[in-house]
Structure formats: C-alpha cells, structure tokens
T-cell receptor, first 110, second 113 residues
C-alpha cells in the first residue's frame, strides 16, 4: 500500500520550479505532505482531501486527483530553505493511518 | 511550549538486550504512532494507539512492544527478537477527528554495538 513517489531526487538552482508526484494503487481519502531535513523530524506542510482541491502554502502548493489516485506538490521559485526530503503520506481507509512514500530528495543550490 | 519529546536522541544496544524508547506529548492528542525510518525506505508504521490502554500493530510490529498507560506517553520497547534494530525511530501524535495532521518528535537513533 506504500505510495510511489517520483522523482527520487532532484537538484534545482534557486528560483527554479519543481513538481513532486505521489501515486497510490488504492483509492485515497486524503494525502498528507511533509518535508524532512536530514536528522530532523518531518514537518507537516499540508493535507489534500477528496475533491481535487488545490491548496497553497506561500510558494508551495499541491493538488489531488481523486480519480487518478495521485497528488502532486508544486514548488515555485525555489529557495535554499526548500532543500530536504519530501514525503507524501496516504490515507486509504479514512482512519488517518498513513502509508508513506520513500521520499523525494530536493536539493536547491545557489 | 507544547510538543512531542523523544528521548534519548542516541541509543546504543548490545545484542540480546531490550531497550525502551520514550515518547511524551503535552498536546493533549489522543492518537500516537511509532515509525521506523531506514535510508531510502521512508517511514514504516510499527504500532499505533488511538486511546489509552489500547494499541494496534502496524506493518512491522514483530520484535517490538508498546504500552499506553497514560494519554501523554507511548513508550516503545525494541526487544532482542528484533534482529535488525539499527534505525531512526520517530514518534508522532495527532488530534482526534478527521483529517488532522500528525506531528512528529525529533527522533531517536538506535545503533547496535
């Protein structure tokens, strides 16, 4: 039930954009996105609910396509502070127990 | 300040020993979780608890045990039956209700001597 994330890693220059995808083989109630810096706790970014809603958080936004069982995270005009590993967590039962993807390592360079 | 506290930050275990990782939260959250993180494998659920005195196995519960005697505490014991315990362990908690985010502690890194 683990979702598949792509790409596994990406390197950006400051100011460039990136898209991180998360796909599930099961129907989804919600998708949760987190960012983790090396050796630290994951930090919550946003939750996407059924309905194809797009949410935003400054220059980081996400979409959820319920039909395709996919979510995408959009990072625009990247900053050095965006570096880290991004995880999606999927809820396939409505019980808020999450299956996490293997992560996408994002590196932003000057 | 409210938050989740995991201790210790680093832990070393000799083969054949049980060790207990502490997780305490003062957020008044009902649900608590334990995850294991290995390089390149994301987070895998070990155990979770939604109310006091009740808990359920996650995907990789073998070799681990938990208790939930108090709402704010959810300790994890790594037993000698866990043959490959070296990993980064993360505790999380969540407020009751639908679509609430999980909040994580800073983790405990366990290594075998």
């Amino acid at each position: 039930q683990q979702p598949v994330q792509s790409p596994q890693a990406v390197i950006l220059r400051e100011g460039e954009d990136a898209v991180i995808n998360c796909s599930s083989s099961k129907a989804l109630y919600s998708v949760h996105w987190y960012r983790q810096k090396h050796g630290e706790a994951p930090v919550f970014l946003m939750i996407l609910l059924k309905g194809g809603e797009q949410k935003g958080h400054e220059k980081i936004s996400a979409s959820f396509n319920e039909k395709k069982q996919q979510s995408s995270l959009y990072l625009t005009a990247s900053q050095l502070s965006y570096s880290g590993t991004y995880f999606c967590g999927t809820d396939t039962s409505g019980a808020n127990n999450l299956f996490f993807g293997t992560g996408t390592r994002l590196t932003v360079i000057p | 300040d409210g938050g989740i506290t995991q201790s210790p930050k680093y832990l070393f275990r000799k083969e054949g020993q049980n060790v207990t990782l502490s997780c305490e939260q003062n957020l008044n959250h009902d649900a608590m979780y334990w995850y294991r993180q290995d390089p390149g494998q994301g987070l895998r659920l070990i155990y979770y608890s939604q109310i006091v005195n009740d808990f359920q196995k996650g995907d990789i519960a073998e070799g681990y045990s938990v208790s939930r005697e108090k709402k704010e505490s959810f300790p994890l014991t790594v037993t000698s039956a866990q043959k490959n315990p070296t990993a980064f362990y993360l505790c999380a908690s969540r407020r009751e209700g639908g679509n609430q985010p999980q909040h994580f502690g800073d983790g405990t890194r366990l290594s075998i001597l």
